[in-house]
């Protein structure tokens, strides 16, 4: 009778496991892929509180006829609190329950989950230096006024935001704004100079501004004498001929501009050869942004905010639709994500074109290793 109870009730097994030991392993399960759920029973799942994320699953597995969900169902059935099963199929490195804050702090990686996972991924996953000597620095060049380009309202949001972010993942912000093609290219070959990379595990690098299929544009570019930085001579600056002090660590390079003048909806463009058109989907708000990349060096990664030939949006009232949604990806999920997942993540955001009618898309990824970032280790 007792069984039968706990058959009909599975929901207060479930809870009785404990919230923050329970969290863990669910996050892992989903994480894994191991009841093969839809992205939006993931997205639902993920986006639930932590008290809720049991209940949220437990019905999505309810309406599975699959062996995974089942699986799932009879582990928790037939558990011996005492003694789990050593011949379990998963194995899962589940950490603690996410904690319970708001949706813009960086959720920090618990040092026992940062310690397991370099011990016992260390073949799998880049390696991190000791905080206390390390000197990760990051560089973000973002273009706000431009002489013959229209002013790129919402920028300064873009600016705040990626520096907080990047400071809170451990990195020294170098900020530079308002750059001609050239300037911006003296700029980086700086940066490739600094010493500090020696003793540092990675580098970001972000680029904000007009852009074009080729590049991104300098202050001075018009139709008639373009301003451009080539994508290809920011990996030229950073590979391992110009920048030997960032080999075989990681080199992460984002990119908020539009890369040409289509568009899925009908607003206003960052992208120079895009005119305004009205439609019914004209917010007051939003404007759009106009990048590309090649294929040659070692442990990169560049993370555009749309595909080829297409704009990129931006709300003049609180920042690039992208550039919100990388942040907010990595405050949530980077404590236990990988990089590659976490820009995952991001475009998932974007799935369902709206009025956010962009796709960002990962490209040039030559990395050889998982990049954890553990923030807080």
């Known amino acids: 009778m007792a069984e039968d109870k706990h058959n009909k009730n599975p929901l207060k097994i479930l809870e009785s496991v404990g919230k923050e030991l329970l969290t863990g392993i669910l996050d892992g399960l989903v994480e894994k892929d191991v009841l093969k759920l839809e992205e939006t029973e993931k997205k639902k799942f993920h986006d639930a509180k932590p008290e809720d994320k049991a209940r949220v699953l437990v019905n999505s597995v309810r309406q599975k006829r699959h062996e995974a969900g089942q699986v799932l169902v009879q582990t928790f059935l ?149 301003d451009v930085l080539p994508y290809d001579t920011i990996f030229r600056m950073l590979n391992n001929r110009n920048c030997l002090s960032l080999k075989d660590k990681p080199k992460v390079i984002i990119v908020q501009a539009c890369r040409g003048a289509n568009r899925g909806e009908l607003w206003v463009s960052d992208s120079p050869a895009a005119s305004a058109d009205s439609s019914a989907w004209s917010p007051d708000n939003l404007e759009d942004d106009a990048t590309y990349k090649t294929h040659v060096e070692k442990d990169f990664i560049a993370f555009c905010s749309s595909t080829p030939h297409n704009v990129s949006w931006r709300d003049i009232t609180k920042g690039s639709l992208f550039i919100a949604q990388l942040i907010a990806c990595f405050q949530k999920y980077s404590w236990r994500c990988h990089l590659e997942e976490v820009f995952r993540k991001v475009q998932q955001s974007f799935d369902k074109p709206d009025v956010k009618a962009q796709m960002p898309t990962i490209e040039r990824q030559s990395m050889t290793r998982y990049f954890y970032l553990f923030p807080g280790n």
């Open 78 to 226: 037939n558990m011996d609190k005492n003694s789990p099963s050593p011949e379990a199929p998963l194995k899962i490195v589940s950490g603690p329950a996410e904690p319970a804050e708001s949706s813009d702090t960086l959720k920090l990686c618990p040092h026992e989950v940062f310690l397991k996972a370099c011990e016992e991924r260390a073949g799998e996953i880049y390696p991190i230096k000791e905080r206390k000597d390390r000197t990760r620095l990051a560089l973000i060049i973002c273009n706000t006024e431009f002489d013959h380009l229209p002013l790129r309202k919402g920028a300064e949001l873009d600016i705040t935001g990626m520096k907080g972010l990047l400071e809170g993942l451990g990195y020294s912000v170098i900020l530079e704004e308002n750059l001609t093609a050239r300037d911006m290219e003296s700029v980086l070959q700086a940066f490739a100079a600094r010493p500090e990379h020696r003793s540092s595990d990675s580098t970001f690098l972000v680029f904000m501004s007009h852009g074009i299929l080729d590049g991104i544009c300098g202050t001075l570019h018009s139709g008639e004498k373009p």
